[in-house]
């Protein structure tokens, strides 16, 4: 892998790390305001300045992954996002004090070997 698609590889996954974090972080503010009729929640959801951040980490994650998937093969480059799923339990871990079953672990274990697994083959 050359360092300018490690690089975006990085920042899609790092991307949607961010916006997993900012629109749970929306969504909690959220929560109370969904007994209301879903377009008057979608105007509130509007409002809340972590929602609309979460998916601009998301608009930019995408962006970075289009131009990865310009420079490699979408048999590599699909499996390597799969990185977002790891980020994605510790973040809920160190940030949402959420806990990380065995299996969670085990299965977390799986995904890295198997990008490694991906990466390692040309």
């Known amino acids: ?21 900012f629109l749970k972080l929306g969504a909690d503010k959220l929560a109370p305001l969904l007994q209301q009729s879903f377009l008057r929640s979608v105007l509130e959801a509007i409002k809340i300045p972590e929602l609309v951040v979460g998916l601009g980490c998301y608009g930019l994650g995408a962006f970075a992954y289009i131009l990865l998937l310009a420079r490699m093969p979408l048999s590599i480059a699909g499996p390597s996002v799969s990185l977002v799923y790891v980020f994605s339990v510790l973040l809920g871990y160190f940030v949402f004090r959420e806990t990380i079953p065995l299996g969670r672990v085990l299965g977390l274990g799986l995904i890295i070997t198997g990008v490694i697994l991906v990466l390692s083959q040309k």
Do not use: F
């Open 1 to 21: 892998m050359k360092p300018v698609e490690l690089l975006l590889l990085l920042l899609s996954v790092l991307s949607s790390v961010g916006g997993q974090l």
